[in-house]
């Protein structure tokens, strides 16, 4: 199992996300992210990592990976959870996690849906740069 | 052999071959749904096998978003099927229950697939991804900077 180190400070935008997370309806982000960084801590292909297809051209290096872990505050299980995106340097075995985000089940709709998450994203990091 | 049957015994065996038949009917419906469940999960199974980084990766935005738009299918079907109603029923049968969550399983992988595919041709997505890219080095630039 290929272990990594985990810096969940590097980026500004994840702690932004994750604060934003935490105030907004998801008290347990903090101990759902904690076990999700425990176990990719001890492999980085835990919880379901998959690498993001096409972002290459602006990853300098960087390997896009997305993690799925489970969200606790909500009533679905199985599916749903959080998604989780990090920059992986593989040269030095490190992981910055970059976005976080609730996944909501996926409907009818899933470009709109798609739009309407980035849309709250791009909301919530520009909010804080302003203040 | 005794032919003489009275009315009564005609009755109680002509019962009797009716629960035959039910339950017979009722197995071979239990096998069919077993096999084509099966036969789906395999075929997502190899199907999303086949759906692999390096060959996203060498799809242009054209293509990328005119598969999504298949794949998106295949998944509202795959989703309208795992919410029906007859499926809760299913999934309290302990024979069904395994192939049910690996269909979920499928459909889950199905739409994180569906879902980068439709990041990576997101312009307001790749810039936020860009930015994170950014601070990142930076920060990395100024730890190593630190530790010298």
């Known amino acids: ?131 | 052999m005794n032919t003489t049957l009275t009315f009564d015994q005609m009755e109680a065996s002509a019962d009797r071959t009716l629960a035959v038949v039910l339950w017979v009917k009722h197995a071979r419906n239990i096998a069919v749904v077993i096999v084509l469940f099966a036969v789906l999960n395999e075929t997502l199974r190899m199907f999303l096998r086949t759906l692999s980084t390096d060959r996203l990766n060498s799809l242009s935005d054209e293509q990328a978003k005119g598969l999504n738009a298949k794949l998106q299918e295949i998944h509202g079907q795959l989703a309208g099927m795992l919410d029906h109603g007859a499926m809760c029923f299913l999934r309290r049968q302990k024979m069904f229950e395994w192939f049910i969550d690996q269909l979920e399983e499928r459909a889950e992988d199905l739409s994180d697939i569906i879902e980068d595919l439709a990041l990576s041709y997101n312009s307001a997505f790749r810039a936020i991804v860009s930015d994170c890219v950014k601070t990142v080095s930076s920060a990395q630039s100024a730890e190593t900077v630190a530790r010298v």
Request: hydrophobic share 35%.
């Open chain 1, 1 to 131: 199992m290929p272990a990594c180190k985990v810096d969940h400070d590097a980026s500004p935008q994840f702690s932004i996300l994750r604060n934003f997370y935490r105030t907004h309806g998801y008290p347990s982000i903090d101990d759902d992210l904690a076990e999700a960084f425990q176990a990719i801590k001890q492999n980085v292909q835990a919880n379901r990592c998959r690498t993001v297809p096409r972002f290459s051209a602006v990853l300098q290096g960087f390997l896009l990976h997305k993690y799925r872990q489970k969200n606790k505050a909500a009533r679905e299980g199985a599916r749903g959870g959080w998604r989780i995106y990090a920059l992986f340097d593989k040269q030095n075995n490190v992981l910055y996690p970059i976005i976080v985000y609730p996944k909501k089940e996926m409907t009818d709709v899933p470009d709109r849906q798609i739009i309407d998450c980035v849309g709250e994203l791009l909301k919530v990091l520009e909010q804080r740069h302003l203040t």
